[in-house]
């Protein structure tokens, strides 16, 4: 099967996929570790079945986020993916926990899900599905969906790391950097989910050290998630029915970002930079300069979009 985008308009329902009173395997980690399932185990990796899937993925995704890959023996490259997918988990040392449902062994929850087809992958934040793709996808692109993953996940406050899920043998030891406490504060506030109290921590530590690039870019993060949190739900038909409606552009590529879809949101942006002149303008640069903030100067999509800010500019 050929490489597709995957996405689905509005929330899958999960309460359907709550285990029954009673029902076995409920308890947390219950989810056997991952072996012969097309070859693919790690240490992050689980085995998901109808009975485990309230606790060991909507559970899990309150602290971690769970990419979910429902596949088939049967599926031409779901093996091989599975294997890709594994590896990928193993080196990104427990930022994500794989878990697999085999669509033949819980025809039950591939329906509840809504799936037509595998290999699917889909992700699960605090008990919410991220569609990730369809379809078998190389190691260079399951990459990207993952880093942009990573990138939701953070803008959310989700930050941390699982411990192992299952056995590796061949599994180093990960030292992880040592919190830096300068950031204490604001990182509390976010985990609590006082996004207020995270954004003033910022802009003190900004007040200190006006060049602190982690503190500018943890700001952006945090008044991201705010803003759309805020967000209306006719925003993306104001912003068609009035091109000129410049709070409307900022909100539609603020939720764009945080679904994952960066270039369509500096796409947008860039565009409105084209249309607009003096103040609002200058406004539409200022977001879009935030933007960048949020997803990384090193991201590739970040050059790529200042070069085209640039031409509209100039």
């Known amino acids: 099967m050929s490489q597709s ?4 308009p509005g929330a899958i329902d999960l309460s359907s996929l709550r285990k029954p ?6 308890a947390p980690g219950a989810g056997a570790p991952a072996g012969g399932g097309g070859g693919a185990a790690g240490a992050y990796v689980l085995n998901v079945s109808e009975p485990t899937f309230q606790s ?6 309150l602290q971690v986020p769970v990419v979910v890959e429902f596949w088939s023996p049967r599926a031409q490259g779901a093996a091989a993916l599975g294997e890709v997918l594994a590896r990928l988990s193993t080196e990104y040392a427990g930022k994500f926990v794989l878990a697999r449902v085999d669509i033949d062994a819980n025809p039950q929850l591939a329906q509840a899900v ?4 595998v290999p699917l992958v889909i992700a699960v934040l605090r ?3 991220v569609p990730l793709f369809q379809g078998a996808v190389g190691e260079p692109e399951a990459r990207q969906y993952l880093d942009q993953l990573m990138q939701v996940a953070v803008a959310n406050g989700i930050s941390g790391r699982s411990e192992p899920v ?3 043998a061949d599994a180093a030891p990960v030292e992880e950097d040592a919190p830096n406490p300068r950031y204490e504060a604001a990182e509390n506030a976010v985990g609590a989910g006082d996004l207020d109290g995270a954004i003033a921590a910022y802009e003190e530590l900004i007040k200190e050290t006006p060049n602190d690039a982690e503190a500018k870019s943890g700001l952006a993060r945090v008044q991201l998630v705010k803003r759309t949190q805020e967000a209306p739900a006719d ?4 912003a068609a029915d009035n091109p000129a409606d410049i709070e409307a552009q ?6 764009d970002l945080m679904g994952g879809h960066v270039e369509d949101a500096f796409t947008r942006l860039i565009n409105t930079i084209q249309t607009t002149a003096g103040d609002d303008r200058n406004a539409v640069r200022l977001h879009l300069l935030e933007l960048f903030d949020v997803v990384g100067a090193d991201d590739e999509r970040v050059g790529k979009a200042r070069r085209r800010l640039m031409a509209a500019l100039f």
């Open 127 to 129: 008990g919410q599905v």
């Open 56 to 61: 060991d993925v909507i559970e899990r995704s």
């Open 21 to 26: 009173a009673g029902a076995p395997g409920g």
């Open 235 to 238: 925003i993306r038909t104001r």
């Open 114 to 117: 809504g799936v037509q087809s």
């Open 166 to 168: 299952a056995p590796a």
């Open 250 to 255: 900022l909100l539609v590529a603020d939720v």
């Open 5 to 8: 985008n995957f996405s689905r």
